[in-house]
């Protein structure tokens, strides 16, 4: 399915589930459909399974937004306590459409805690209390955190998911890589096919050597490995540093999880010749979240000026991530959008579209690692592997399963669709904007 088919189903209000293999468009057609929904002025509920993921759209987490938090069950006690909290009640019954993103990363017992909350804030006993829920992710990617011991089922195996009755848009479009053979690596991954050719190209890329002008990001599987090698990078530097600080504004714990979710940090320390990722997208300026560059220098106000890898020169002035409803700012904060990058964590990449990396896949300890981290970069030329384990490759048979489901959901959701007359398109799109709520308690 196309972007342009995908956005047409998804405004006949029906629920959807939007994935595809990274790269492929997903969230860049969230912001459309979100577009879409405030030029028509219809409520919408924007979040995401982390806090990193909501950034990218400007949400919270769906665990802050439906006001479960932590919980993993809700007795009476606690339910009772969620409809009484007034902002939450009001978030939720006056949506019309819930976005999770990153749905992969939710498991199935909070994805269910979810429609309950929904059902009996909105007095309303169809899924999710009669929202247009749109989910999107790739189960391909990295699954729900484990806790200690404990084993989650995925959202799909949810009773919520099964009741939502979903239209599948599946994107098949490439627009992060424009590489035939590794297209072709990431599509055998993704299969659980590795053919002697596949491996033979990921064999290649073993401590090969990378022609880029700047020192590669380093892909590492732990937090840990990431801080001392950026401290250490950058203490190697003699320049003196530059302090920025993050501004906030809004209650202080609306701030907090806009903190937990920006990859921005409270206070940044660059120096030139520091290496640089953008952590906002910028289109009109030139960034996205993932552009590297080096230091240079900064402007007559004291900002850093980056070298991009195609040697543009940026201005780093702050930008501003926010939490919002109805087009009012509940909350936001203002940073340098930049981190360093030396090197970065995999869990922290998901979403990034990179020039070149150096990834270290030999610790490996979830499904989708390897896949999440290889198709973060555009090309072969641009990765670098300094190491990998059995596990690294490998994808959940579960989800191996799924998708060849979802596929084929996708082509017959696509066939539904164009069936109908043009006349009947507009009275199911129309029909859905103008629709009332309609309670069945």
Known sequence: MTQKEALEIIKTGENIFLTGPAGCGKTFLLNKY?????EKKITVGVTASTGIAATHLDGRTIHSWCGIGIEDRLDQRKLKKIIHNQPTAERVKTARVLIIDEISMLDAKRFDLVDTVCRALRADLRPFGGLQVILCGDFFQLPPVRHGEESSETVFESEAWQELKLRICYLEEQFRQDDARFSKVLADIRANRFPEKTLAVLAERLEADLDFPLSPTKLFTHNQKVDAHNIFELEKISQPPRYYEMKAHGPANLVKKIKDGCLAPEKLELKVGAIVMFVRNNFTRGFVNGTVGEVVGFDEDGFPIVK?????????????????EDNETLASLSQVPLRLAWAITIHKSQGMSLDCAEIDLSRSFEFGMG????????????????????LALRVDEKVLALDGKLREYSKKDLLWFQALKPKEKKKITEGFLNQKKKSLF
């Not at 979100?34 to 405030?38: A, M, N, S």
């Not at 195609?310 to 991530?321: K, V």
């Open 34 to 38: 979100l577009e879409y929904l405030k």
């Open 308 to 324: 991009t890898l195609r040697g543009a020169l940026i201005a780093a002035r702050p930008e501003t991530w926010r939490v919002g």
């Open 371 to 390: 896949y999440v981290a290889l198709s973060r970069v555009r090309s072969l030329a641009g990765i670098r592997l300094l190491g990998i384990n059995h």
